[in-house]
């Protein structure tokens, strides 16, 4: 029997069961009906890690039985099993021989908030963004196919991953190829399908039985040789399976559609993998799960635990101080204020309501507010149709998912000049979710993009007045702001725009001039401070205040450029291509992300092993200045 827990344990629970499964193999020699303790067991086990080191978790807690069978029914790691996004993995982490290293979990040296290759050959393929499971589980089907193996290979992807494009082209190439292969998707109740009960879990056991398989074999066997006959056959089987189930569209796609079926039980869950494991050709599962499952807060409000934060001990009675708003806070209103001020504005989300904060556009304004599930590209295109239109489209979007939108965004935006606003989330390092959601490249992938404005504000007024300034702009623009919160700078109420291309000097010093183009302006300041230096605040990246940087080449000894970006075609390589073409031989030093991924840890730990904390700029600029 399921238990729901209501609190994070503190201590860690007694798991008597788990104790005896550490590894798939230990967990296969288990009997079936201990597998319910095991759940429990295990979902108890998530709750504790997940308190103590915080994470993603509701999503987690939904697939605590399908994880199980999954490992129980399937030869793991031969069988080659293929989570989307990852944020549902950690059971899978727990059960694979990491258990131990769980409390290390997003910390730096400590366990990957998602699935990598390189940390367990469990991890059959490194995710962080959503919807490719299909398309690399198909990769390793075709592999296995051609070097004549006869592994499995299973992906499991969500109902919100299922939106993306790539999704249904790696589905539509499937049945192409014929592939042996086995998707489940997990519908946590996002909308694809409430159609879960006896009825469909009986439907699904007896659809993906031997005996209706052998049967429909030897139908089609027998009625091929009558014209027609076989044709007439199939479609009434699809008409019945439309009537019953809600895989049709499955099925036109030439997947074997058996579902819904409740992801919750076990012996069902069980039965209809063993009997899908066996099934040639593209099989489909379709499971109904609960994100947050067992966790009564999670499951009244899924969106809130969708990841928590690590439990804090000490004295409860204390009242926390005020936080500051977080960058995206800013935006959020700043949509708000320019919405209610010119009624042209609409805002485009790729599923990232809650992250991007537009919880309060989406309700004052919801017929100018478009969340188009996770189709990034989708989501650039459907703009660039709004903008050709008069419309002003704001596209809020994180870094990482801007990537995925790239052809987009130069063909069907800036090729035609259009009037769309990308406010850029999450750029720069971001933290414990390491190298696939940090922002680290798109100064370098938007700088060289003609006819685009790129802006980097420094603070928390610069962003709201930077956001205005780009609006206001009759062209494409893109505002780039970091993860959390900034220096609690104070708002100007008002919507009044910045002159395009202007830097602004910050502090005046001599023989060294520190170019912060974006948030590493506060380090710059301290550091000036110490060294006397000049500080700019470039807040354009382009086009590039020339005029400015020209004075400061001709004025002082060293140009240190600051930017949380890739050094290699970053902001600091814009300065280096305009001083050489003005053929001006002052020394520069560029000061950004190195040429390699960031693995994961505390924000303030992956900015000092980039150099770019206070003591790292310092120590960068004093070893430079020996050497001029």
Excluded at 138 to 158: D, F, N, Y
Excluded at 387 to 392: I, P, Q, S, V
Aim: glycine share 8%; proline share 6%; with cysteine.
């Amino acid at each position: 029997m399921l238990k729901t827990f209501h609190e994070i344990p503190r201590e860690r629970p007694a798991t008597p069961l788990l104790d005896r499964a550490p590894t798939p193999p230990l967990l296969r020699r288990l009997g079936e009906p201990e597998l319910e303790i095991l759940a429990n067991e295990l979902r108890q086990e998530l709750l504790y890690c997940v308190g103590q080191t915080g994470g993603h978790f509701g999503a987690g807690l939904g697939v605590i039985e399908l994880t199980i069978a999954l490992h129980y029914v399937f030869n793991t790691p031969e069988d080659r099993l293929v989570w989307d996004v990852g944020h549902q993995a950690y059971p899978h982490k727990i059960l694979t021989g990491r258990r131990e290293r769980m409390l290390s979990l997003r910390q730096k040296n400590g366990l990957a908030a998602f699935p990598r290759r390189s940390e367990s050959e469990y991890d059959t393929f490194g995710v962080g963004h959503s919807s490719t499971s299909i398309g690399a589980a198909l990769g390793m089907a075709i592999a296995a196919k051609l070097k004549g193996e006869k592994r499995r290979s299973i992906a499991v992807i969500g109902d919100g991953a299922l939106t993306a494009g790539m999704a249904f082209e790696a589905l539509n190439h499937a049945s192409e190829v014929n592939a042996n292969m086995l998707v489940v998707l997990n519908d946590n109740d996002m909308s694809i399908s409430h159609n879960v009960g006896g009825l469909s879990n009986y439907l699904a056991k007896i659809l993906s039985s031997r005996t209706y398989s052998s049967m429909r074999e030897g139908s089609k066997n027998i009625l091929s040789r009558l014209p027609g006959a076989w044709e007439i056959a199939r479609r009434t089987e699809e008409y019945a399976k439309g009537m019953l189930v809600p895989g049709i569209l499955f099925e036109e796609l030439g997947w074997n559609y058996i579902g819904p079926i409740d992801g919750h039980d076990l012996p069902t869950l069980i039965s209809t993998l063993r009997n899908m494991r066996d099934l040639s050709g593209p099989q489909f599962l379709h499971v109904i799960t609960k994100k947050g499952k067992g966790f009564a807060p999670a499951e009244a409000d899924p969106i809130r635990y969708h990841a928590i934060t690590k439990l804090e001990s000490g004295d409860k009675s204390k009242t926390p101080a005020k936080a500051a708003p977080k960058y995206s806070n800013i935006f959020g209103q700043w949509l708000c204020d320019m919405a209610a001020a010119d009624a042209r504005l609409t805002g485009i989300t790729p599923a990232m309501r809650e992250g991007s904060d537009m919880v309060a556009f989406s309700k004052k304004f919801p017929d100018r507010y478009f969340d188009v599930a996770i189709a990034e590209q989708h989501a650039v295109t459907l703009a660039a149709g709004m903008a050709c239109e008069g419309l002003k489209p704001v596209v809020a979007i994180y870094s990482t998912f801007l990537q995925r939108a790239y052809d987009q965004l130069l063909h069907d935006v800036t090729l035609q000049h259009l009037d769309v606003l990308f406010a850029i989330d999450r750029a720069g390092l971001v933290g414990e979710d390491g190298p696939t959601h940090a922002g680290a490249y798109d100064i370098s992938f938007l700088r060289c993009v003609p006819g685009l404005v790129i802006m980097t504000p420094s603070d928390e007024n610069e962003l709201r007045r930077l956001l205005t300034t780009g609006y206001l702009y009759n062209g494409p623009t893109a505002v780039r702001y970091p993860r959390g919160s900034g220096p609690n700078a104070p708002l100007d109420p008002g919507l009044e725009p910045l002159p395009i291309g202007k830097g602004i000097v910050r502090r005046s010093g001599s023989t060294v001039a520190l170019l912060a183009f974006g948030v590493q302006l506060q380090e710059a300041l301290q550091v000036a401070e110490r060294l006397d230096a000049t500080v700019v605040d470039m807040r354009f990246v382009k086009p590039l205040d020339e005029a400015l940087v020209r004075e400061l080449a001709n004025t002082h000894k060293l140009l240190v450029t600051l930017e949380e970006n890739s050094i290699m075609g970053g902001a600091g390589s814009a300065v280096s291509e305009f001083l050489a073409a003005e053929n001006n031989p002052t020394p520069l030093l560029h000061l950004g992300l190195p040429d390699r991924y960031i693995e994961h840890a505390k924000p303030s730990q992956m900015l000092s092993e980039c150099g770019l904390d206070i003591a790292g700029i310092e120590a960068a600029i004093q070893h430079r200045l020996k050497n001029c």
